[in-house]
């Protein structure tokens, strides 16, 4: 079947050589659907799936029940597909799987605090055994020729100096991890909520820059409270021609450390997770402020990539299908929710899309 054409698909210009703009994995949230909303907004951004368990894709080999979890649409390119999991020979397995499904990464959560992921000894427990991520990491870069990564925190429960994240990092780089996605916080994984934990614990940006300064050979991402792209773009040093006030001393503001200095060459991006969710409008000009390309046609409207996104609903969930999912409106739309945030009338579309959801 030939591909849809979609809104700014004439957008010129090379792939960029890093990812600078990365949408963070959320569970519940970065589901398939709501990654074709954020492809109409930005061709360039790297996008993410939600954490996908190892079990889950092992007992669901069959096509038909993988692409439940595995599936994607082709515009969704650069997409990584992030793993759970703490057995390396089921990773590896698994990794395999998402390679062949064309994914372009392919990332280990050891960040996720919740007790459900906890419990299943994965997620941000991990960070406790440095060894078995290090030998889970070996084990999916023998198995896949796509890159394998990690995403983290700077540290768990009282395990939370500088020196226990430089150790963490340099056991699993011996694995074969090259990337290192840092949510520049630690977690508590009893006590806090998940949600808590994506707040209550202080932002120590610095601790990354002393990362990507002790590991030059590595490269980094930068996650954790980076809710718009002026703040993106000040935390990667402006790339790109520079706007109007854009000033270094702005640049050591956002890092929250005015005496940073240059930024190292291996920060290679930064994380935008519920700011994408809450207001997807705000990157409409991603790919032009943060990788510099051009449009050859007017800014997409609201009603515009409306538009499109129901174009693609109605494709891929047809009314009269007798098999279509129950609860599917519900996943469908809510990406939507937040397209008019800050907006007079956001209240009422609100509703209207709630009440939609309900009827269905």
Same mark, same amino acid.
């Given at each position: 079947?030939a591909?849809?054409?979609?809104?700014g698909?004439?957008?010129?210009?090379p792939?960029?050589?890093?990812?600078?703009?990365?949408?963070?994995?959320? =569970?519940?949230?970065?589901?398939?659907?709501?990654?074709?909303?954020m492809?109409?907004?930005?061709?360039?951004?790297?996008?993410?799936?939600?954490?996908?368990?190892?079990?889950?894709? #092992? +007992? &669901?080999?069959?096509?038909?029940?993988?692409?439940?979890?595995?599936?994607?649409?082709?515009?969704? +390119?650069?997409?990584?597909?992030q793993?759970?999991?703490?057995?390396?020979?089921?990773?590896?397995?698994?990794?395999?799987?998402v390679?062949?499904? /064309?994914?372009?990464?392919? &990332?280990?959560?050891?960040?996720c605090?919740?007790c459900?992921?906890?419990?299943?000894?994965?997620?941000c427990?991990?960070m406790?055994?440095?060894e078995?991520?290090?030998?889970?990491?070996?084990?999916?870069?023998?198995?896949?020729?796509?890159?394998?990564?990690?995403?983290?925190?700077?540290?768990?429960? @009282?395990?939370?100096?500088? !020196?226990f994240?430089r150790?963490?990092?340099?056991a699993v780089a011996?694995?074969?991890?090259?990337h290192?996605?840092m +949510?520049?916080?630690?977690?508590w994984?009893?006590?806090?909520?998940?949600?808590? &934990?994506?707040?209550?614990?202080?932002?120590?940006?610095?601790?990354?820059?002393?990362?990507?300064?002790?590991?030059?050979? #590595?490269?980094?991402?930068?996650?954790?409270?980076?809710?718009?792209?002026?703040?993106?773009?000040?935390?990667?040093?402006?790339?790109?021609?520079?706007?109007? /006030?854009e000033? @270094?001393? #702005?640049?050591?503001?956002?890092?929250?450390?005015? @005496?940073?200095?240059? =930024?190292?060459?291996?920060?290679?991006?930064?994380?935008?997770?519920?700011?994408?969710?809450?207001?997807?409008?705000?990157?409409?000009?991603?790919?032009?402020?943060?990788?510099?390309?051009?449009?050859?046609?007017?800014?997409?409207?609201?009603?515009?990539?409306l !538009?499109?996104?129901?174009?693609y609903l109605e !494709?891929?969930?047809?009314?009269?299908?007798?098999?279509?999912?129950?609860?599917?409106? +519900?996943q469908?739309?809510?990406?939507?929710l /937040?397209?008019?945030?800050g907006?007079?009338?956001?209240?009422?579309?609100?509703?209207?899309?709630?009440?939609?959801?309900?009827d269905?």
């Open positions: 079947r591909r849809r054409p979609s809104l698909e004439d957008l010129a210009g792939a960029p050589t890093r990812p600078l703009l990365q949408i963070a994995p959320m =569970l519940d949230v970065t589901h398939r659907d709501f990654r074709y909303l492809r109409l907004l930005t061709k360039r951004a790297q996008l993410w799936t939600e954490m996908v368990v190892d079990d889950t894709v #092992l +007992h &669901n080999l069959e096509p038909v029940k993988c692409d439940k979890f595995l599936g994607y649409d082709p515009v969704e +390119h650069p997409v990584v597909c793993l759970g999991g703490s057995d390396p020979a089921k990773l590896a397995e698994v990794a395999q799987v390679e062949r499904y /064309g994914y372009d990464e392919v &990332n280990l959560n050891v960040g605090p919740s459900r992921v906890s419990k299943g000894e994965f997620g427990s991990l406790k055994r440095k078995v991520v290090r030998d889970i990491v070996h084990a999916m870069s023998r198995a896949v020729q796509i890159p394998v990564t990690v995403k983290c925190r700077l540290g768990v429960d @009282d395990l939370d100096t500088p !020196e994240a150790d963490f990092v340099s011996a694995g074969g991890c090259k290192f996605i +949510h520049a916080r630690k977690a994984l009893s006590g806090l909520s998940p949600a808590q &934990n994506r707040s209550v614990p202080p932002l120590w940006y610095d601790r990354v820059l002393g990362l990507c300064r002790h590991f030059p050979d #590595l490269s980094f991402s930068l996650n954790g409270g980076v809710n718009d792209l002026g703040h993106a773009r000040a935390l990667l040093g402006f790339p790109g021609p520079r706007l109007p /006030g000033e @270094d001393r #702005l640049v050591g503001l956002a890092w929250g450390c005015p @005496d940073a200095g240059a =930024l190292p060459s291996n920060l290679q991006g930064v994380m935008i997770g519920r700011g994408a969710m809450n207001n997807p409008m705000m990157l409409w000009d991603a790919d032009q402020s943060l990788y510099g390309l051009s449009r050859s046609h007017r800014a997409p409207t609201r009603r515009s990539i !538009e499109a996104y129901g174009a !494709e891929r969930y047809p009314p009269d299908d007798p098999d279509r999912p129950v609860g599917v409106v +519900h469908a739309l809510k990406p939507t /937040g397209v008019f945030a907006l007079r009338g956001n209240r009422a579309f609100r509703c209207t899309v709630d009440k939609l959801t309900r269905r």
